[in-house]
């Protein structure tokens, strides 16, 4: 049988293969809530503006309102053969209140009509997505004001750079987090447009109030173009954009857990919630929930990818291209959600071997920049010869097979005849990390004053939402 939805144009059905590449209900049916409220604001304007009755606009929110309900409860027959969500819902629509429910597509197109939806879809997605983004900092924070004063080695190219503090570094990735909440909420701005009422893409000749269904839903205004309302995609690639980057972050601190969590750095343990075993290795404790987070990236980023190629070529208005848009969105921002929670989950659980990164942070010569720094400080050399003598005591202790702290202080001499004893106090990696005053650096000072900053602004942030 023909689509009655196209009307009398088409005499003959899809064939099978038409109707397998046309159909997308089978991924854009999670679109129904933010169908029906769009068609309830989109009737309710035609009620108010007299386009049609009073009594037929309450009749299409009451039926629904029924289709709701049917959804919610798993009762809703969808259809293939329908296409999508839209058409599945009015056709349920019409055989629920009758002829009156071809009224609703007055003034309307599947064109503006799926953009509002859309639009809709990705707005509550961002909302979702800055409160997980949000447990995650406050998770971060909370546990670095725990571990503010714990001594770790920083790096640099993997390499053992200077001393540092757990909580410092998990307040980086508390900053990034906080750009990727900024991100989102930029995204939010410029998708606060309606775009229902561009109608197919020259608007309606109908006597419509866009002003009136925009506030309806929420939006701070209707599009101010019709062709450029129905064909923008703009908001979902900017969502897209943000979410990779904000993956990208969660993957980076995913490959920090898996390091930090092997025999062979022993910085962190996971618990059982968080790891997985060996079907033949008895003795592996695996942490695949991070491995999971940092794999997921390559989708997040892909799907990114994936609608900007889909929308490059196309000119202006809509072209079914763009049904394409949605199941890369939908897939990124899901698998986006489950690793924010997956990540907040092991940050809350994970805890640091302290001995073991204090050990770590006592080699590997990490505070050959605090002795360049006294050499400064005590002799007022220049600090580019106070390098070079710095160098040189570490080549020395590297031919000794010992660390700078264990240095006698006569083969320190040797290299430098001023150096005093107080020269110890500066190699000291828990002196050195307390030195570090400067706005934004690692002292334990400075991390409680940043964790509790964050906490209190989180924690208010979260009364709020």
Known sequence: MTNTMWGGRFAASPSAVMEEINASI??????????????????????AAGIIGAKEAEEIAGGLDKIAAEIESGAFPFSRSLEDIHLNIESRLHELIGPVAGKLHTARSRNDQVATDFRLYVRDEIG??????????????RKALQYAGAVMPGFTHLQTAQPITFGHHLLAYVEMLGRDRGR????????????LGAAALAG????????????????????????????????????????????MHLSRLAEEIVNWAS??????????????????????????????????????????QTLL?????????YAKDMQEDKAPVFDALDALKL??????????????DLKAMKRAAASGHATATDLADWLVLRLGLPFREAHHIAGKIVALAESRGTGLKKLPLSELKSVEKRITEEVYSALDAAGSVKSRTSYGGTAPANVKREAKRWIKRLEKDAETR
Not at 129 to 141: E, P, R, S, V
Not at 215 to 240: H, I, K, M, Q
Not at 309 to 317: D, N, Q
């Open 204 to 247: 309606t000749s109908f006597p419509i109030d866009r002003g009136t269904t925009a506030r309806a839903l929420g939006f701070a205004r209707p599009a101010a173009n019709s062709l450029d309302a129905v064909s923008d995609r703009d908001f979902a690639l900017e969502t897209l954009s943000a979410a990779a980057i904000a993956a």
């Open 128 to 141: 979702a997505i800055d409160a997980a983004i949000a447990a995650l900092q406050l998770a971060l924070a």
């Open 339 to 352: 690793g924010l929670a997956a990540m907040t989950g092991m940050v809350e659980d994970l805890e640091p």
């Open 26 to 47: 089978d991924f854009d049916k999670r679109l129904w809530r933010h169908d029906i409220v769009a068609s309830k604001a989109h009737a309710a304007m035609l009620g």
């Open 184 to 195: 989102f909420a930029d995204a939010a701005k410029r998708l606060a447009e309606c775009p």
């Open 309 to 317: 190629i889909v929308m490059k070529g196309l000119p202006l208005a």
């Open 263 to 304: 025999p062979q750095w022993g910085f962190v343990r996971l618990s059982d919630k968080f790891t997985t075993g060996s079907s033949i290795m008895p003795q592996k404790r695996n942490p695949d929930a991070a491995e999971l987070v940092r794999a997921k990236t390559g989708r997040i980023a892909g799907a990114f």
